[in-house]
């Protein structure tokens, strides 16, 4: 059990809501509720008064939305906070803006678990997960974020790692779950119009939201980002987001290599998956491939970074210092995988420069 419990502040407009996410908070014995808010205006007062290590925000809140109120807070009083959002496209779109406006990462709100479960079901536990990990985990997120490049971070390890001719990438593949969305962002829009390699992202997001997210990184970055689907071929320049609640993979197609979308299985853990992903990639390209781990909870990524390593491909992840969670880059570190630790204010220049 840890030593303190995290002090919560739940933020939502309706008093059902409310009330359930607090049933599930009410059995976790390292953390506490210290205060509620029905708006926008009342969690900004909350905040600075209660000071709670960790706020649960709802999105869609009338007056003073929770966009408009993670931005007050963040400027006033920097706090770790959750989005709580509808599975919606507009959901999908106002917690991104959540997200890159400073709150670390979201839950999908699922009303059927949380009117018929109990705190006890698959969502209770996936919110005190989530909640746990974000909310015990001091990080540089709670700072207000710019996107410029920044010296070098401590716990970075960079190391010169010029490639042969025959090893130089062809592809680039990205992993990612709780923080992924900023940390994706960070280092995409360091990257230009003209990268020279395509680049293929699995991030741990729900199905709906995926495409939301990547229409958002093609407008704020200036290298090309789209949604996966199936049979796409990868094009340099270009980025191609994984569908949430999918599995992406790639094979070789009659002009080249391509991505194949699939339904996840009932075993899958993940979708989409890391280690999918990673696994395909290394039977297709062998060394001539770049694996980056980024922030996120769990291990996923780790048999197939495993895998990279085993044909000759490098792997680079993502320093605990930057980090939202420091679970799947720990993971890489801890099994001696990785060729280069480095923050993610400084990977996308570093990539540029190696390449």
Not at 122 to 143: I, M, Y
Request: a neutral charge; charged letters at 20%; proline letters at 6%.
């Amino acid at each position: 059990m840890l030593n303190r419990s995290l002090k919560i502040l739940v933020v939502d407009d309706s008093a059902f809501f409310r009330h359930r996410i607090a049933d599930v908070i009410e059995t976790a014995p390292d953390m506490q509720i210290i205060g509620y808010a029905a708006d926008g205006q009342d969690a900004i007062k909350k905040a600075k008064e209660l000071r709670p290590d960790l706020i649960t925000m709802d999105v869609q809140m009338p007056g003073v939305d929770g966009i408009s109120a993670v931005r007050s807070i963040m400027a006033e009083c920097p706090t770790r906070i959750v989005m709580l959002s509808a599975l919606t496209r507009q959901g999908a779109q106002e917690t991104l803006e959540a997200l890159e406006a400073g709150a670390i990462d979201f839950l999908s709100k699922e009303p059927e678990s949380l009117a018929s479960g109990t705190p006890n079901n698959a969502f209770g536990d996936k919110v005190l997960v989530k909640l746990r990990a974000v909310g015990h985990r001091h990080t540089s997120a709670e700072q207000p974020r710019t996107h410029r490049y920044r010296p070098r971070l401590a716990g970075s390890t960079v190391r010169t790692l010029p490639w042969t001719e025959s090893e130089r990438p062809r592809l680039i593949v990205i992993g990612a779950s709780t923080g992924g969305p900023v940390a994706l962002q960070t280092l995409l829009s360091q990257l230009p119009r003209e990268f020279p390699l395509p680049m293929l992202v699995a991030v741990h997001m729900p199905g709906g939201f995926t495409s939301a997210y990547a229409e958002r990184l093609n407008t704020v970055c200036a290298i090309q980002v789209r949604e996966a689907t199936d049979h796409m071929p990868l094009m340099q320049g270009q980025v191609l987001i994984a569908p949430g609640g999918k599995q992406m993979i790639v094979e070789k197609g009659a002009s080249g290599p391509q991505v194949r979308i699939r339904d996840a299985l009932p075993s899958d853990v993940y979708h989409p998956s890391v280690d999918q992903l990673f696994v395909s990639a290394a039977q297709v390209f062998g060394s001539q491939l770049l694996g980056v781990i980024l922030t996120g909870m769990g291990s996923d990524g780790l048999k197939g970074s495993q895998r990279m390593k085993s044909v000759g491909a490098q792997v680079w992840s993502q320093n605990e210092e930057s980090c939202v969670v420091y679970g799947m880059p720990h993971a890489i570190v801890n099994a001696g995988l990785s060729d280069c630790i480095l923050s993610i204010e400084e990977m996308g220049q570093y990539l540029i420069k190696q390449l």
